[in-house]
């Protein structure tokens, strides 16, 4: 299966979007630090994302973004397809020209695997990933990683500024 970071970046972010919600918006900033993904490649995202009415942005103090529908009702694929990232298994990106500008013999198998992978990820809502007991753990570790490192910048007289997303 072929999902470049593009895709990948996306679902992690609205994952942390979805994990995070309770707490009113969140900063790209904060989503940028707990997942290590550069603040310029998730305003990229983000703007893909609001366009695709996915997620929201609050402007303001305490601004930052929120989803636009509750979390079950936003499924993986349509996160993909937001960021126009594509589920291909084809060597030739679905043009059917694999093999000398020919089709191959093996084309159509690996098109419908793509199918079967969209149609899989059609099922699969932020809600049922949030609910994993693995992706519990994981944000946790996360959260307090990111506690952690803005206490550290307050100790030396940083303060972490709140990011403003519009």
Request: glycine share 6%.
């Amino acid at each position: 299966m072929r999902l470049t970071t593009k895709g990948r970046y996306a679902v992690t972010a609205m994952l942390d979007l979805a994990l995070h919600k309770q707490k009113g918006p969140v900063s790209l900033a904060d989503i940028s630090q707990r997942q290590a993904i550069s603040l310029s490649y998730l305003e990229q995202l983000f703007s893909k994302l609001r366009k695709s009415s996915l997620v929201s942005s609050i402007r303001g103090p305490g601004g930052g973004y929120a989803l636009d529908r509750d979390s079950n009702e936003i499924f993986i694929a349509e996160i993909v397809d937001a960021v126009n990232e594509s589920v291909d298994t084809t060597r030739c990106r679905g043009e059917g020209d694999c093999q000398d500008g020919e089709t191959c013999l093996s084309h159509y198998l690996w098109e419908d695997l793509s199918e079967q992978i969209h149609h899989f990820l059609e099922g699969i809502s932020l809600a049922d990933l949030v609910a994993k007991r693995e992706v519990k753990e994981i944000a946790e570790r996360q959260d307090r990683k990111h506690l952690i490192a803005n206490e550290r910048l307050a100790e030396h007289g940083a303060f972490r500024i709140p990011s403003i997303n519009l």
